[in-house]
């Protein structure tokens, strides 16, 4: 610690809205920005021969207001599954989904014990993101993000609360599915360089039936190192990977998840000012 605080002695407070992985911060930009934004998220394993999923996303964000943020996004997907129970072998590369990302800071960090702020993701899609099947899905993703320097310049750590409502109807199957899924997350990052920052990030979910958190599923626990490079003075790259540590199913005994979620997921987020 000692030897790395000289590197970030100079260094600019932290701006939060990019630098985790599979979680946000706090921060959402200043009036005015405008950012392009290309999003690869992998997610491997769930207990069959082969099982690889992966959406990339192409996104637009603008602030117009003090606070409040905007972001709109298309998204494409591949999958390659084979011998997967209860999910059809195929190798398909199709256009999802489109989404709408709002977000609110409600407190800021430099003006408060802690930042705080409210985002809700919405998206619809053709295509299912586990299965891969045609149907119809719909929902949201509802966020409470905390954030605080525990070393000023230095350490950061983020806690997110999440809740998940689902809806989809399968075309194959011609039925109406609902879920929910509520988690949290919490991050810490640590500036090793004025442009590099690591750590990592642990979250824990858990999935019912219904929108309405009705009958319980199953549950998991994930963790990995994250890592944010500032390229440039407009150009950003954020790569995280997670590992479900833990996880069990409703009715089993089992040390992993695999029906509800996945063993590996990664994400790579390359954006830029403009």
């Known amino acids: ?64 207001l003090p606070n409040f943020r905007i972001e709109i996004g298309g ?6 599954i084979t011998g997967v129970p209860e999910i059809d072998d195929r190798r398909q ?3 999802q989904g489109a989404s ?31 299965s891969g099947a045609k149907g119809r899905m ?19 750590g983020a806690l997110n609360l999440i809740y998940q409502p689902e809806w ?21 990052l640590v500036r090793v360089r004025p442009n590099l920052l690591l750590g990592g990030e642990m979250r824990y979910f858990r999935q019912y039936e219904g929108i309405g958190l009705g009958q319980f599923s199953g549950q998991a626990l994930f963790a990995g190192p994250t890592a944010y490079f500032q390229i440039s003075e407009r150009s950003r790259l954020t790569m995280s990977w997670s590992m479900q ?8 005994r089992a040390n992993l998840d695999l029906v509800n979620f996945e063993r590996h997921q990664a994400r790579l ?6």
């Open 1 to 64: 610690m000692a030897v790395l605080a000289p590197a970030c002695g100079s260094a600019e407070g932290f701006d939060t809205e990019h630098i985790f992985g599979f979680m946000i911060g706090t921060d959402v930009g200043n009036v005015g920005e405008r950012e392009f934004q290309i999003e690869t998220t992998g997610r491997f394993g769930k207990g069959g021969v082969t099982y690889r999923a992966l959406s990339h996303e192409v996104e637009i964000e603008v602030v117009p």
């Open 75 to 80: 998204t494409a997907s591949l999958h390659d």
């Open 93 to 95: 590369f199709n256009f």
């Open 100 to 130: 709408l990302d709002l977000r609110y800071r409600l407190l800021d960090r430099e003006r408060a014990p802690f930042g705080v702020t409210v985002a809700a993701e919405l998206h619809g899609e053709r295509i299912d993101e586990t």
């Open 138 to 156: 719909y929902g949201t993703e509802f966020t409470l993000a905390f954030d605080r320097e525990l070393v000023p310049n230095f350490v950061i």
């Open 168 to 188: 989809a109807r399968l075309e194959m199957a011609g039925q109406s599915e609902k879920s929910s899924t509520v988690g949290a997350a919490f991050a810490g």
């Open 245 to 252: 540590a833990w996880g069990r199913p409703a009715g089993s």
């Open 269 to 274: 987020v390359f954006g830029v000012n403009f």
